[in-house]
């Protein structure tokens, strides 16, 4: 399974960005598909999943300004980013786990394939 994340960049604090992320290779389901993030000499963190069936979890930090939604039909999952600050500066990464339940979708443990990382920079 290969993870192709794209839509990072330099947006000036307040701004938005919506990151995608899509799935390909050999396939059959997955059932959980999220992003994390890393910081620059910040440990790795949890943004937000979501399941095959719709069901989400988010940092509670995060939620409100920042919306994670998935096409199944194109094994695709995004991630809508608003009212960014510098502070979410970081590479932002797509994981997802082929099966994985809800109660586990913080743990990194519950995933088996990482993306190779989309550079968020908020800066003005």
């Known amino acids: 399974v290969q993870l192709q994340a794209s839509g990072g960049g330099l947006v000036q604090p307040g701004g938005s960005l919506r990151l995608s992320c899509a799935a390909s290779?050999?396939?059959?389901?997955?059932?959980?598909m999220s992003w994390y993030r890393q910081a620059p000499g910040k440990e790795r963190e949890f943004i937000a999943g979501?399941?095959?069936?719709?069901?989400?979890n988010y940092r509670g930090s995060l939620k409100g300004r920042f919306t994670i939604s998935r096409d199944n039909a194109k094994n695709t999952v995004y991630l809508q980013m608003n009212s960014l600050k510098p502070e979410d500066t970081a590479v932002y990464y797509c994981?997802?786990?082929?099966?994985?339940?809800?109660?586990?979708?913080?743990?990194?443990?519950?995933?088996?394939?990482w993306g190779q990382g989309t550079l968020v920079t908020v800066s003005s």
């Open positions: 994981v997802v786990a082929l099966r994985g339940i809800l109660t586990t979708i913080r743990l990194p443990t519950t995933y088996d394939y």
């Open positions: 290779g050999s396939i059959r389901s997955i059932n959980i």
């Open positions: 979501i399941t095959s069936g719709g069901s989400t």
